[in-house]
């Protein structure tokens, strides 16, 4: 008996029913299983990521245009109050106030408060059903400015208090200012929440391509030792990881546009309570507008991308330390 024959000789005949599989099928065959158990908690982790990631750029895109709103409104009105002083008559210095706001170039509407609604002004703080009568309550005049002028306010508040001396003028460009100041503090904000995503989604895809990396080693060392190159198997990772991650943005970014889609019905729920007025009052009508919706889509897709990169920049070190 030929004892080296035994040893290479295969131990059954299978003849005919031997499987033939397809040199296409062999070489399309994945190094990383599509469907595994890291693979569904890694799509779960970019997820959630990307959930939380286009709902901080949502609230901070409707902040800004709400912000950008008010301060065009607000921009846009000058206040006059008239307070009373002794031995003037206030009505009449409220009417000289307003014959020398309209006399201003650069103002094209002037409208002043009546007594009651300038006390009715006061109401939030005193109350219904107070008689104001003996209190001082000034009189209110709002003037609008002509779009795309600047007033020369130091004229204005000199014509003002020619014809009324207990008269105020404001243009609340204080008011604008912490308005920007509050703005660019929510953007900061998110801008960190969004980086803080990018690294929280960076360190969890490196443990990811560390562990299927781990599991798939020797499969990797043969390649690795038969020839293949690092950009080789670096590539199937990449398109691995990389469709993992678009799946994970898909379900995250698709969850957070159809919650601010529903926003706008949500909120009408609550529109008259002190809750629903509150929000409306800061975030508008709660509907993104279409370059919103541009903008998480390429937020998810940039996740994605970081996802793959990740898994890349991973991988190489890892295949250096197989070296």
Sequence with gaps: MNKSGDEH??????????????????????????????????????AIMTFLASITTGTVLLVSASAAEWQSEVASEITIQVRPSAGRDLDRDAIAAVEAMRAQAGIVEV?????????????????????????????????????????????LRARVLQAAPSASVDDHRAWIERMRSMTGATVFAGIGILALVIVATIISVSFATRGAMAANRPIVEVLHFVGAGDSYIANRFLRHFLRLGLEGGLIGGGAAMLGFGFSESI?????????GDQFAA??????????????????????????????????????????
Excluded: C
């Design 282 to 323: 800061l975030l508008g009508t709660f509907s993104l507008r279409p370059s919103g919706y541009l903008a998480l889509a390429a937020q998810a897709v940039l996740i994605a991308a970081i996802t793959a990169w990740a898994s890349r920049r991973t991988l190489f070190a890892t295949l250096d330390d197989i070296d």
């Design 267 to 275: 909120a009408s729920w609550f529109s008259g309570t002190p809750v």
């Design 111 to 155: 409208r002043p408060f009546t007594k009651n609604e300038s006390a009715r002004l006061l109401e939030p703080w005193l109350g219904t059903g107070l008689s104001i009568e003996q209190l001082p309550v000034p009189r209110v005049i709002v003037a609008r400015v002509q779009p795309g002028t600047t007033p020369d306010l130091a004229a």
């Design 9 to 46: 000789g295969p131990l059954v005949d299978l003849g005919h029913e031997r499987p033939q599989v397809a040199a296409r099928a062999r070489n399309m065959s994945p190094i990383v299983p599509r469907a595994s158990i890291s693979g569904r908690a890694l799509v779960a982790v970019v």
